[in-house]
């Protein structure tokens, strides 16, 4: 998730419990596209040693080349192409989930890629850009390539993030392809997880908006697959986890507004998740300075959890 899933983000998850497998936010792929340095400082300081893909994003397969020639200099899983991002400023470039209406150009990146470089080819997809019956047409092209995985997300490109999510359609892929498919689309406990795992055959799953608002889902996760008891954060554990958080803000030069907005970022999902229906979000909203929202934070953990200092 753009200008979320960080380096910085990944660092501070080390400590409540790691996924699998990182994927970076989108390298953005055209003419005259780099290696970022933010993607060449996430390969190379990051503290976690969880397995890293880095995405890409674009259409013209010889770009994609010289990027990914590029990449085969670091220590990468794989390079995992998006042909899935549906918002309307990324279709209107022809890229992300507009690549499932040219079929043929996701066709030629994959090839050349596998082709040409050692590095293992991912996909992450939507069912279908418009409609989920676009999805066998879909399953017929990646099956023509050697991939290491596949990510369905289980909607459409059109429905965005509001059409209900049919994961029906990942068992579908689960029966067709012959790599790694992993389910994705608003996994939002561990629960969940492990009962799409279970009803799919997928060989895991992807969370991306539910590792901000609880960053110890990936530990519930394996203690519920591995019948282990399931940590249960306390308000020292979310207190903790935003300071450090904090902490990671204060090493850039932003001011008090910049650091603030940056903040919420990540205060707000967390807000949503354990207080849905009270006040809590709609202070942490109205926050206007960094005391002012670590002070919210403090004051309502201690009340919930009865925190004695």
Request: hydrophobic content about 40%; overall charge neutral.
């Amino acid at each position: 998730m753009k200008g979320l899933t960080t380096r910085h983000f990944m660092d501070t998850l080390c400590d409540c419990g790691e996924p699998d497998e990182y994927i970076s936010e989108f390298l953005r792929v055209h003419p005259t596209a780099i290696v970022t340095n933010d993607i060449i400082d996430l390969i190379e300081n990051r503290k976690s040693v969880a397995d890293l893909s880095i995405q890409l994003l674009g259409k013209e397969p010889e770009h994609f080349l010289r990027i990914a020639k590029e990449l085969q200099r670091y220590k990468i899983k794989s390079i995992n192409l998006n042909c899935g991002c549906p918002m309307p400023k990324i279709s209107r470039k022809g890229v992300g989930g507009t690549l499932l209406t040219e079929l043929n150009t996701m066709d030629d990146i994959i090839s050349i890629l596998s082709n040409n470089i050692d590095i293992p080819i991912s996909v992450k997809t939507r069912i279908g850009y418009r409609d989920p019956k676009e999805f066998d047409i879909i399953l017929d092209h990646l099956m023509k390539h050697r991939l290491s995985a596949v990510y369905v997300h289980a909607r459409t490109v059109k429905g965005m993030y509001g059409e209900p999510v049919n994961f029906e359609y990942v068992k579908i892929a689960k029966a067709a392809l012959r790599c790694h498919v992993i389910a994705n689309g608003d996994v939002k406990t561990a629960q969940e997880a492990v009962n799409i795992i279970k009803e799919t055959n997928a060989d895991g799953v992807m969370i991306g908006r539910a590792a901000i608002s609880n960053p110890w889902i990936f530990r519930q996760i394996n203690e519920l697959t591995n019948k282990a008891k399931v940590f249960i954060p306390a308000g020292e554990d979310y207190l903790d986890f935003i300071e450090k958080l904090q902490n990671v803000s204060e090493e850039f030069s932003l001011t008090d507004f910049q650091k603030t907005s940056s903040m919420k970022k990540y205060a707000i999902p967390i807000a949503e998740f354990v207080d849905p229906l009270g006040s809590f979000p709609y202070y942490i909203r109205r926050a206007t300075t960094l005391q002012d929202l670590t002070n919210m934070c403090k004051n309502f953990f201690m009340k919930k959890y009865e925190i004695i200092t």
